[in-house]
C-alpha cells in the first residue's frame, strides 16, 4: 500500500519557454471558451479545432471502432515489439476522455491516447460515451461500464482516464466491483474530478488554474446530474466505499483546480487498503499530458504512466 506524492527537477530552459507558450495560449484560447455563458454546441465544435493543433503519435494505428455497442476509435502500436515483455497479451486500456460529461471526443485526445497506447505498448479503446446534457447521469456510466464488460472478455483491461473521464473510470471501476462482474487490472487516472460539490476546491488553485473555472465545473456538473445529488457515490467517487479497487495510479498538474481531488483520492484509496501511487507534477496544469509531442513534460507523464500499467498487469 503506496501513496506518494512525487517532485520532480524544474525542466530545462526551453522546455519553459514552451511550457509557458502552451499556458498563454490555454488561457487565452481554451478558459474562455470553457464557460457556463458559452452555448454547449459552441464549445464542442471549438475543442474540436484546436484538437488539429495537436500530434498524434506515429508510433500507432488509428480505426473506427464499438465495444458492446459503445463507438469509439481504437489506437494500437505499430509494432509487436513495442510491446514490453512484462505485460499478459491480450490485455488492452479502456480510456475514457474528459469534458466535464458535456464535450470532448475521442479524436480530441488522440495527442494522448496514441502516445499511451505506444509506451504501454497496448491498444487503447477511447469510448465516445454519451455526453450530457442529452444523456444525463448514469448514461456515461452505462456506456463506460458497457465497453469495459466486452473488453474484459477477451483479456485484462485497464481502465484511463483524465479530468471527468478520470472520475468516470473510478466510478466504473466501483460499478464492477459492487454488481460482481470482475475488476480491472488497474486505474490511471490523469487529473481526475472525483467531488462534483466541489468542496475541495480552493482560491489559489483556482488563481493557478489556466484552463478551467470553477463556474464551468458546476455548470457542467449540474448539466450532468440533471437534479441527481452531486455526493452520488458512483458520480463523485470520492464519497464512496473504494475498498476492493485494483492499483490505481493518480497524476495531476501542482497549478490546477483539481489538484486537491488527486491528493483526496489518493489518500482514501491507501484509507482504504487500495494500493495508490500519487504524483503531483510542479509547473504543470489540468490535464497536461494532453500536450503530448508538444511539451517533455507530458511526454514523460505518460512514460511513467505506462510503466506503472506494465507492472501492473505483470502481478
Not at 493543433?53 to 476509435?73: D, H, I, P, Q, Y
Not at 513495442?82 to 475514457?96: F, R, V
Not at 452505462?142 to 473510478?170: F, K
Not at 483556482?206 to 458520480?235: I, N
Request: net charge neutral; hydrophobic share 45%.
Amino acid at each position: 500500500m503506496r501513496s506518494d506524492e512525487v517532485e520532480f527537477e524544474p525542466p530545462l530552459t526551453p522546455e519553459r519557454l514552451t511550457a509557458a507558450i502552451v499556458r498563454a495560449a490555454l488561457r487565452t484560447m481554451v478558459k474562455p471558451a470553457l464557460s457556463p455563458k458559452v452555448p454547449i454546441f459552441w464549445q464542442r465544435w471549438w475543442l474540436a479545432q484546436l484538437a488539429r493543433l495537436t500530434r498524434a503519435s506515429g508510433g500507432t494505428t488509428l480505426e473506427a471502432g464499438s465495444a458492446g455497442g459503445v463507438k469509439g476509435e481504437w489506437l494500437r502500436p505499430r509494432r509487436s515489439s513495442d510491446i514490453p515483455s512484462s505485460t499478459t497479451a491480450p490485455a488492452s486500456i479502456l480510456y475514457l476522455h474528459g469534458g466535464g460529461y458535456c464535450v470532448g471526443a475521442p479524436r480530441t485526445y488522440r495527442a494522448l491516447t496514441s502516445r499511451l497506447a505506444r509506451a504501454a505498448g497496448l491498444p487503447v479503446f477511447v469510448a465516445d460515451y454519451r455526453l450530457a446534457p442529452e444523456h444525463p447521469f448514469p448514461c456515461a456510466l452505462d456506456d463506460a461500464v458497457v465497453a469495459c464488460r466486452t473488453l474484459m472478455q477477451s483479456g485484462p483491461v485497464v481502465i484511463a482516464g483524465d479530468s471527468a473521464g478520470g472520475g468516470l473510470a473510478l466510478a466504473t471501476a466501483l460499478y464492477l466491483r459492487r454488481h460482481d462482474i470482475g475488476s480491472a487490472a488497474a486505474l490511471v487516472l490523469f487529473s481526475p474530478w472525483t467531488d462534483l460539490t466541489l468542496s475541495a476546491i480552493t482560491d489559489e488553485a483556482a488563481r493557478q488554474e489556466v484552463m478551467l473555472s470553477a463556474a464551468w465545473l458546476g455548470d457542467c456538473a449540474r448539466r450532468y446530474l440533471a437534479g441527481e445529488s452531486a455526493a452520488t457515490p458512483f458520480a463523485s467517487p470520492v464519497f464512496a466505499d473504494l475498498r476492493g479497487l485494483p492499483p490505481t495510479f493518480v497524476q495531476s498538474g501542482a497549478c490546477e483546480l483539481l489538484c486537491s481531488d488527486s491528493l483526496r483520492i489518493a489518500g482514501a484509496l491507501v484509507a482504504a487498503g487500495v494500493t495508490a501511487s500519487c504524483e503531483i507534477v510542479p509547473g504543470q496544469w489540468h490535464a497536461f499530458q494532453l500536450c503530448g509531442g508538444i511539451l517533455p513534460a507530458a511526454d514523460a507523464a505518460i512514460e511513467r504512466a505506462a510503466r506503472f500499467i506494465a507492472l501492473a498487469l505483470a502481478r
